[in-house]
């Protein structure tokens, strides 16, 4: 350990951390949710299992596997969905008070509606909220990771309003129904820029439109009002007897200014709106931020078109947005550096002409092995900051995913993977202490290697091994693992800290 601690101290000397007495010494407030993060498609396999029905990602991956590397897909992927007792020892081995895992919207519901309910996956997952409540770990759970049934995308998926509204306010509500007394912290979307403007509008991602500078706005419309209508359900029917916690897991790298010029300054506000405020101004202040109203019906004026490519929102559904979250969250990975630029002509429409800044990472900065991102740890604390700053500190801010991408099979990962959580970690750390930032809990992404959509198994993020070349799927513990474990365990990420001020009662 010693050893490995001062192999470390060259790198640390490039980010500026003279020795180890920099990374903070208080403890974390006492109550903190500390987890791990995971989604169902990427761990339970059991892909058409017992009645399950495929997803978008089963349709992409299993039926045009050239999509994915070889075999590569999760069909199986670490049988998580056969291993509930495996894995909810694991968690009570790292000592985590909280899990959050994503429903299968077609294991529960085949059709995508609640007339064909296939009660053998709501009991996969009672016996996976049960076990973990036994064991006093918080179940943490998002209503849809990406993985709607594909017989939804046939008809338009998250562009057909009169479809996806109402198929997601009846799931749910099934699912406050059926897991509410149970499930005190729920998430209904998992990054939506990500299903939007991935999905439906460059369509890199499942389902694979590409509706350039409008598909984007369609999804995340239609995906807001289905956020806050199932809000509302669970404010009339549930939160007095199930007193529960609704929100969205929202992603974003931080975004910083490359220079202090004021133009630099206001593309990285703009580059941050179209980004978290996007969705998070919606559900806090009922609509969007005004810069993107402005822009996109300004550059719409110049397409000629009769109206924004931004669609509005009514003033009943302003109301129902409004205030449409108990807690605040962001899954963060890396920082970008943001330049302002002149726009380009009216060429083919695109959210990225639609911000209109240029983003990008400087050659010596530090990368992953991997190299899908940078690590950046003080942009940690500017991204908690901020949104702190914006939306307000009264409800508390979840990072809901952070962690460290390698090939996945290097077991001795302390110096890379290890102390990336660490330098994260402590970097909030401060946001806590020296900004005042309410951050209240933190996952790491992931306990264990996984299937990384259509990257397969090549990249991984997990503090446990899994050997997919085996039937066994055998998880094996990284160093990343351990030095979690014990962060977790004393709330602390040196070797001696002194006790936190604070005492969270998040009930
Ligand atoms: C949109 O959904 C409605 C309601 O389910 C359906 O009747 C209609 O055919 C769908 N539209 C498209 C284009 O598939
Ligand atoms: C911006 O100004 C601050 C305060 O003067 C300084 O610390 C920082 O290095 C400057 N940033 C850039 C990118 O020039
Ligand atoms: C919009 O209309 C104006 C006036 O008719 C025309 O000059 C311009 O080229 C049009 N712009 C686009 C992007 O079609
Ligand atoms: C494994 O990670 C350690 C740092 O913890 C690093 O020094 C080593 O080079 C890595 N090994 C491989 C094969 O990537
Ligand atoms: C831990 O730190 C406290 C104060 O910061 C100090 O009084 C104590 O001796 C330290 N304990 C150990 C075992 O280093």
Redesign the pocket.
């Known amino acids: 350990m010693k050893l490995l601690v001062c192999l470390c101290l060259t790198f640390l000397l490039q980010l500026g951390y003279a020795d180890d007495e920099e990374v903070s010494n208080i403890a974390f407030p006492d109550g903190f949710l500390w987890g791990y993060a995971s989604a169902a498609y990427q761990v339970e396999g059991g892909w058409d299992a017992d009645g399950k029905s495929p997803s978008i990602w089963d349709n992409d991956a299993h039926n045009n596997p050239s999509w994915f590397p070889e075999g590569q897909n999760g069909d199986v992927a670490c049988d998580a969905y056969h291993k509930t007792d495996e894995d909810v020892a694991l968690l009570v081995y790292q000592g985590v008070k909280a899990y959050r895992f994503s429903i299968s919207w077609p294991r529960v519901l085949p059709t995508g509606f609640t007339d064909n309910i296939n009660e053998i996956g709501i009991a996969y997952y009672k016996d996976l909220i049960t076990k973990l409540k036994a064991n006093n770990i918080e179940p943490l759970v998002t209503m849809y990771h990406w993985d709607h049934p594909s017989s939804l995308e046939d008809q338009g998926g998250f562009l057909n309003e009169s479809l996806i509204i109402p198929a997601f306010v009846d799931y749910a509500t099934l699912l406050f129904e059926r897991f509410g007394d149970d499930v005190k912290w729920w998430t209904t979307f998992n990054e939506p820029k990500q299903t939007c403007a991935g999905g439906y509008d460059w369509g890199g991602i499942s389902p694979q439109k590409r509706l350039s500078g409008v598909g984007g706005y369609i999804c995340a419309h239609n995906l807001l009002r289905a956020h806050a209508k199932a809000y509302r359900v669970y404010d009339e029917k549930f939160r007095a007897t199930q007193n529960g916690k609704v929100s969205m897991v929202i992603d974003e790298p931080w975004h910083e200014p490359s220079s202090n010029s004021t133009q630099d300054q206001e593309a990285a506000e703009r580059q941050n709106l179209f980004n978290y405020g996007w969705f998070a101004d919606p559900i806090v202040f009922g609509d969007y931020p005004d810069v993107m109203k402005q822009r996109i019906a300004e550059r719409s004026q110049?397409?000629?078109l009769s109206q924004s490519r931004l669609p509005s929102f009514t003033d009943e559904e302003k109301a129902e947005l409004k205030g449409s979250y108990d807690f605040l969250t962001i899954n963060m990975y890396t920082t970008d550096l943001v330049l302002w630029r002149e726009d380009d002509p009216?060429g083919e429409p695109s959210i990225y002409d639609d911000v209109g800044v240029t983003t990008y990472q400087p050659d010596d900065w530090e990368k992953t092995v991997t190299i899908w991102f940078k690590v950046v740890p003080w942009g940690a604390r500017s991204l908690v900051r901020w949104i702190n700053n914006r939306y307000g500190d009264e409800k508390g801010i979840i990072v809901t995913e952070n962690g460290y991408h390698d090939n996945g099979n290097n077991l001795t990962d302390l110096g890379t993977r290890g102390r990336y959580h660490k330098l994260y970690l402590s970097n909030l750390n401060d946001a806590i202490y020296k900004d005042g930032v309410n951050l209240i809990g933190y996952m790491a992404w992931s306990l264990m290697n996984d299937v990384e959509w259509y990257a397969g198994w090549l990249v991984n993020l997990g503090h446990y091994h899994v050997d997919f070349d085996s039937d066994e799927r055998t998880r094996t513990p990284k160093e990343s693992g351990v030095y979690y474990r014990k962060v977790v365990t004393t709330s602390c990420l040196v070797d001696n800290c002194t006790a936190s001020p604070i005492k969270l009662n998040l009930n």
């Open positions: 110049l397409q000629n009216i």
